[in-house]
């Protein structure tokens, strides 16, 4: 099915004035979503500002006033921002300090990951025996395509959904409907986890868990924080900006001429994406953020290192959202099924870890939404256990980061077995 656009030609073609646009957006969304109204509150409580960022522009486009799919916009945010700000993200990644949540956050997470990678190729499969038509379709169609986008965001973040969605190419339509499913069934997961975080007393006795280890990490957490903060200064920013830009320009060097090789003597791995140059562009932009991890630039965290790659993030994902049709989902709803399935496959598992373990409901939270959720969402669940439990959540989530792209690559495959 085909929406009628409401003019056979954009109203507006200059790409300086589109920008303007969707940076307006972006700014709106954001002041308005820093408003203390009771009413503004609550409204962000049920539509979440990424799923704005996504769908605003997406009704600028559907409504004719730009041509998101012939914007050289997009292209330029996938090519130059995205690489950019895993580099950004991965300048966290401290090995020694993830090793030392490893008993308790870290088995929870690696279960939460297990549980996204196996739950994917289930739930398209159960939802197979029943709808085969919902899980099916052909090239850029396939619905495999679609969710693999969505293995990405659910294990790494819209990130690693983004880096995704250039590696298997899902129609622009069928991303568009991933989204819908992505924000809907995540943030109904996250409302729950908070839920159980208002109770975790109650919940921890459930598991018979012991959580005196939760309150020594909140201060080791706290002395961590106060340690190292401080103010950003210009010299920063340039820093940032010439590792994340720099990075990227190594990696499309590198990658360019793997791909190509690959693709003249070896084109049967087209099958496993490995002639897809942004495939390679990502898996050296990572390996990059994290060799620079173990170098002084990992201080450059305490500047705000995160903070400068979510702006470039958000910046990414309204020139995605400039390209969607808002109402794609209403063409197959059924894919709400596929998403609901999936997660509870993977809290299943969760539940059953956390209670033969007895781990406190902390790490089971922790655990699942820095994968699902990613690093805004994971936050948001750990600050209601204790502020300074974020550094926790921050760098479980760079680790998402580091695996994301590739376990939401192996999920995408494994769906495209399972799929009829």
Known sequence: MQYPILHAAPIITDQVVILGILMTILGFVFYTAALQNKYVLGFFKV???????YFLPGIFNSAGV???????????????????????????LDLKE???????????????????????????????????????GAGPDAVWRGLGTLAGSWIGGSANQLAVREI????????????????????????LLLYGASRFEQVDRWFRADSA?????????????????????????????SFALGGTGLATFLAEPIAEYIQ?????LANLSLTNTYFWIILFATLIGIGLSFTAARRLEFAGASKLA????????????????????SDNPGLFLVGFLWLFFHALLLFFVGRYFKI?????????????????????????????????????????????TYAGWLTALLMQLASP
């Open 47 to 53: 539509i979440p500002p990424l799923l704005l960022c």
């Open 66 to 92: 730009f041509d998101g799919a012939n914007s050289p916009l997009a292209q330029v945010g996938s090519r130059y921002l995205l690489p950019s700000c895993l580099i950004l993200f991965l300048l966290n």
């Open 98 to 136: 993830l090793w030392s949540l490893r008993k308790r956050a870290g088995i929870m997470f690696i279960t939460g990951t297990i549980g996204i990678v196996l739950g994917g190729p289930i739930a398209v499969w159960i939802t197979a025996m029943i709808s085969p038509e919902t899980v099916g």
């Open 168 to 191: 298997v190419q899902p129609s622009t339509k069928l991303f568009s409907a991933i989204i819908a499913v992505d924000v809907f069934v995540a943030y109904l997961w996250m409302a």
């Open 213 to 241: 280890d939760v309150a020594l990490l909140t201060t080791k957490m706290q002395q961590k924080e106060l340690k190292n903060k401080r103010s950003p200064e210009v010299k920063d920013f340039i820093l940032m900006l």
């Open 264 to 268: 003249i003597h070896h084109p049967s």
């Open 310 to 329: 979510t702006v470039l993030l958000y910046m990414l994902i309204v020139t995605i959202g400039m390209q969607m049709d808002i109402l794609a989902i």
């Open 360 to 404: 406190p409901f902390f790490y089971f939270a922790l655990g699942s939404m820095a994968n699902v959720g990613g690093v805004a969402s994971a936050s948001v669940t750990a600050s209601a256990f204790h502020p300074s439990l974020i550094s926790a959540a921050v760098l479980l989530c760079v680790f998402s980061y580091a695996i994301g």
